[in-house]
């Protein structure tokens, strides 16, 4: 399996800020990544240049053979093969469901809408909220209105699937449901890197975990290894916080 | 005095319930004597307090009859209504006072006194509103000095229009888009064809001809349909990343925001011509019509802009994530929500355009204001400004009340959010 996403020596400033601290990261085809980290550590600013909603000053990011960078000519192209999980859901709230799930594939894709109707339901009925399709986000929960949102993203067959936090806006109780939804999106061998502090999601899916702090990559490990034996002080803190 | 008990209770309801009434009638009384028989009641006492007479006794006995819970329903709600304190008690009564003492006057005018049969000035009796000069100008009114024989093709161009706004309510959703662009980019041509003539036949009718209510509708729509594409492509530039885009976009809006209407107008009229070539004519209709709808596609843009920047950056970066470009994104998600979200404001502009057309008058086009405006002037119906401004104001209200209506239903369609 090739490698999708390489990042090399990336560097990113807000300002005098420096978000981003000489990223190197490589992603394999159907590995699960977790990102997890202090917050303000730089996990978010990370899988948001993957796709480019930030911008990268130093160092190359490849995804899928695209160097991206500011003279990326179809920036579009490569987005829409990254779907993306925002914590907010950021569901169009003017558009149904099923509209959410069918705008972009019927006006990016130029997909006919029969087909890119028969895909939505297909993935509506995948995380469980077909019969809400007629609904407008407004009328839903808030565990409802994630699994829509990656419903959404799945409508444009992505290679890879980025989530931002994807369950830190929900109750307890809607947690579980858009984390199995996410399960059995991980079993069906999908590209992932996912934002979470759900430390039981991550044992459970992940293939490596990824400690950030201040910007940069304090370490990289198995999962396994990650939890029994970290190898910084910095990750053990945290850990012994989170667990 | 400290013997009795001032504060009205339940146990004397009906002591405190007839004497409070008794107040009431005569405070009543004495104003509807006063207003409609010239008769002072109280003429006894001192001036001042004669004249407040009918508000302390009115006062008195609403405080008299604020009985809480008293168990009889009318007293309740009244007393909830409209008497829950001395304060209330005293708007109430001056809210009644003044429409007994103003709204007869005025029906007598409008109605009652007023004159309807005739057909010249000296048909009136002076004694009310005088609606014959509203009828014999009407014509005028309505079409300004658009030839007799020819105002046919005016009414068959708004008739033609009606029609077809009503058919794009009952045809299937499928051609209704073919009959919105028919609408809106080939009616106007036929419309403005039907009205101006010079070919096909129609004599030709030059646009200082046109006037009345019916240059009114032909202007605002015109200006209307124009500055909200105008407006929402400054506003989408003055957001833009572009500086050069950025900056020609501000400095559109904020030229014609800080100009006033009047000297727009008639620097389109006297300095715009300088400009052109010599041996061009542009028509000053046309001219007027430009200037109106750059003068309100700069407000457009910044009430469109408002409604941009309402808008949460997740849905940006939603849209951005699966793949939309610029004009995608802001066609098929960020437009929509922004539009929906300043209907209010749109409509506020829209309706301020309606009734910034009299200004017209500046380059000497007469819409309905302006040729109320011609005809009081009249040799034979002088004085007749009031009846000709009312008139002219209740159509005008009628335009923008209709107008106004039409904007909360929208909004109410519109609204996707939790019921």
Redesign the interface.
């Given at each position: 399996m090739g490698k999708i996403i390489e990042l090399k020596n990336v560097n990113k400033w807000f300002d005098k800020f420096q978000a981003l601290k000489n990223i190197n990261l490589e992603v394999n085809q159907q590995e699960k990544i977790v990102i997890c980290g202090p917050s303000g550590s730089g996990k978010s600013t990370l899988i948001r240049c993957i796709n480019r909603l930030e911008e990268h000053q130093d160092g190359q990011i490849i995804v899928d053979g695209n160097e991206i960078s500011e003279n990326t000519k179809d920036i579009e192209k490569i987005r829409a093969e990254v779907g993306m999980v925002f914590q907010q859901f950021n569901l169009f709230p003017h558009l149904s469901i099923l509209d959410n799930c069918t705008l972009a594939p019927i006006w990016v894709k130029k997909m006919p809408k029969k087909k890119a109707e028969e895909i939505a339901m297909n993935n509506l009925e995948r995380v469980q909220i077909a019969d809400q399709a007629k609904k407008f986000p407004g009328q839903l929960s808030g565990g409802q209105q994630q699994r829509s949102a990656l419903a959404r993203a799945l409508c444009m067959e992505p290679k890879i699937m980025l989530f931002d936090e994807p369950t830190s806006a929900l109750d307890p109780e809607m947690i579980k449901e858009v984390l199995d939804s996410m399960v059995d999106l991980a079993k069906a061998g999908m590209t992932m890197i996912v934002v979470t502090h759900e430390m039981g999601f991550a044992k459970e899916v992940a293939d490596n975990m990824i400690f950030m702090d201040e910007g940069s990559i304090v370490e990289k490990a198995k999962t396994k290894d990650f939890f029994d034996n970290p190898k910084s002080d910095r990750t053990k803190l945290f850990l012994s916080q989170i667990l | 005095m400290k013997n009795i008990p001032i504060k009205p209770n339940k146990e004397n309801l009906t002591t405190y319930v007839s004497i409070g009434s008794i107040f009431i009638f005569i405070g009543f009384i004495d104003l509807l004597a006063y207003t409609f028989l010239n008769f002072n009641l109280t003429e006894f006492l001192p001036s001042k307090l004669s004249f407040f007479a009918p508000l302390i006794f009115g006062t008195i006995g609403l405080y008299l009859i604020r009985i809480e819970f008293s168990g009889n329903k009318f007293l309740d709600k009244i007393n909830i209504n409209f008497n829950s304190s001395n304060f209330n008690a005293i708007l109430t009564l001056l809210v009644i006072f003044a429409l007994i003492k103003y709204i007869p006057p005025l029906l007598n005018w409008f109605i009652f006194d007023a004159d309807f049969a005739g057909n010249a000035k000296e048909d009136c009796t002076g004694e009310g509103a005088c609606w014959v000069f509203i009828k014999v100008w009407l014509n005028r009114f309505v079409y300004g000095m658009y030839p007799d024989a020819e105002q046919w093709r005016i009414n068959a161009a708004f008739i033609l229009l009606f029609l077809l706004v009503g058919a794009s309510f009952f045809v299937p959703a499928k051609s209704k888009k073919y009959l919105l662009v028919f609408l809106l980019f080939i009616y106007p041509i036929i419309g403005l064809k039907l009205i101006s003539g010079g070919d096909f036949g129609l004599e030709f009718v030059e646009t200082g001809r046109w006037g009345g209510l019916s240059l009114t509708f032909i202007v605002s729509a015109f200006a209307l349909i124009l500055c909200f594409p105008i407006g929402m492509f400054l506003a989408l530039g003055r957001r833009s990343n572009l500086p050069a885009i950025r900056y020609s976009s501000i400095g559109f809006i904020e030229l014609w925001r800080g100009v006033p209407l009047i000297t727009v107008l008639f620097m389109s009229a006297v300095m715009f011509p300088m400009f052109l070539p010599d041996g061009t004519y542009v028509d000053k209709l046309i001219r007027v019509l430009i200037a109106i709808t750059l003068f309100e596609a700069a407000y457009m843009a910044e009430v469109i802009r408002g409604g941009l920047q309402a808008l949460?950056k997740?849905?940006y970066?939603?849209?951005?994530?699966?793949?939309?470009?610029y004009w995608?994104m802001h066609f098929?998600?960020i437009l929509?929500?922004a539009l929906?979200l300043v209907i209010p404001g749109i409509a506020n502009t829209f309706l301020a355009l309606v009734k910034d057309t009299p200004l017209i008058f500046v380059v000497g086009l007469l819409e309905l204001a302006g040729m109320v405006n011609l005809a009081k002037t009249n040799p034979k119906w002088l004085g007749m400004a009031m009846e000709g401004y009312v008139f002219a104001g209740l159509v005008f209200w009628i335009i923008c009340y209709a107008m106004s209506r039409y904007s909360q239903n929208l909004e109410r369609k519109?609204s996707?959010?939790?019921q």
């Open positions: - | 949460p997740g849905q970066e939603a849209a951005k994530s699966l793949g939309m470009g995608r098929l998600i929509p929500q929906k519109l996707t959010e939790r």
